[in-house]
């Protein structure tokens, strides 16, 4: 029996309920089925309320972490387990202490990287990262384009958007719909019109544009019987007060917060109770709702930035899949490791 191929993955818990997470899980477990590799990760987050290590199975075993990890765990690692492979999967910036030690690594491994880049101009100061990278790959079309045509010589760029399993997110007969509309917003709004929006609460993703668009829509429609879903935390320190924020425009019995970490089947609950699904972040590497949202069968709102064009537009013949909202205005935004 030929040896299965150890990877060590760092990115968020993969049973954790973030974006990054939530792939890292459907990513794992899809390989998992070619019983071709066994994963040892380490689970970061801000702060786990267990730090216990989790055997999912004998091939799947999570350790967790504050953060991504530094020089010596990697090397303790690297000398203990011997990967075959260093996987990682988030934003850059966390993983500077990686590249840098890349030489070490490299005598016992390669290293792939997952890679989005929400927008344009192609980030040339992420050129000493991506030469210290074995495999690119690209889970938003535009990262890709934009990699491998500054990196034409660079055959280790790949396009690998991110996908969900189809018995996740699927469509629910309308009988349950009815029921499950009934029991979540209450009696008598069976049929009323619902809007879903599932982020963080962070200025990126623009909750209060969103209620303040949705105050706009109720007025210019007369429709008193619409709810908007906002499935996020209305506290987050990243974000506005939601709550003080939709009461203050005159809307909060139209607008439900959903505001406990659901599993799968309760998300696929809310999607499937909703007419629409909208997005519209300014800086979206790639938009996980609304693909999620897609596979129940109901249209995307979106604005054709980053990972969400190709969504909302079909790249084979242009048809859209809901409302494609055009960009009508551009800045130039950058910190002090991104200029």
């Known amino acids: 029996m030929q040896k299965k191929k150890k990877i060590l993955v760092l990115s968020d818990h993969a049973m954790s309920t973030s974006g990054v997470g939530t792939q890292t899980r459907h990513l794992i477990n899809g390989l998992l089925k070619k019983n071709e590799w066994t994963f040892r990760q380490f689970g970061a987050a801000m702060k786990h309320s267990d730090y216990k290590t989790v055997h999912i199975n004998d091939d799947f075993v999570i350790k967790p972490i504050d953060g991504f990890g530094n020089r010596d765990l990697i090397r303790l690692t690297l000398a203990t387990e011997k990967p075959d492979l260093v996987f990682i999967f988030t934003d850059p910036r966390f993983f500077i202490w990686l590249w840098e030690m890349e030489d070490e690594i490299h005598q ?10 929400d927008n344009e101009p192609f980030p040339k100061f992420n050129e000493k990262l991506y030469d210290s990278t074995d495999t690119i790959n690209c889970h938003s079309y535009l990262t890709y384009k934009m990699i491998s045509e500054n990196l034409p010589n660079k055959p280790r760029v790949n396009f690998i958007p991110h996908a969900v399993p189809e018995e996740i997110f699927h469509r629910l007969s309308d009988s349950e719909i009815k029921k499950h509309k009934q029991k979540i917003l209450g009696v008598g709004k069976e049929d009323h019109f619902v809007a879903i929006w599932n982020n963080r609460n962070a200025r990126r993703k623009r909750p209060g544009d969103l209620l303040f668009a949705w105050k706009k829509f109720l007025e210019k429609t007369e429709n008193k019987d619409a709810i908007l879903i906002m499935h996020t935390d209305p ?12 009461e203050e425009l005159g809307i909060k ?11 799968f089947d309760k998300i696929n609950i809310l999607y499937n109770i909703s007419d629409v699904c909208v997005n519209i972040s300014y800086s979206e590497g790639f938009g996980l709702s609304t693909l999620e949202a897609m596979q129940t069968g109901i249209p995307i709102i979106a604005v054709k930035t980053g990972g969400l064009t190709r969504q909302i537009v079909d790249h084979r013949d242009g048809s859209l899949n809901g409302v494609a909202l055009d960009v009508t205005m551009k800045t130039l935004a950058g910190s002090q490791q991104v200029p």
């Not at 016992?108 to 880049?117: K, L």
């Open 108 to 117: 016992v491994c390669p290293i792939a990287y997952w890679h989005v880049w």
């Open 235 to 246: 506290h987050d320190k990243e974000g506005s007060n939601l709550f003080i924020l939709s």
């Open 253 to 263: 019995d139209s607008v439900f917060f959903s505001r406990e970490r659901l599993g």
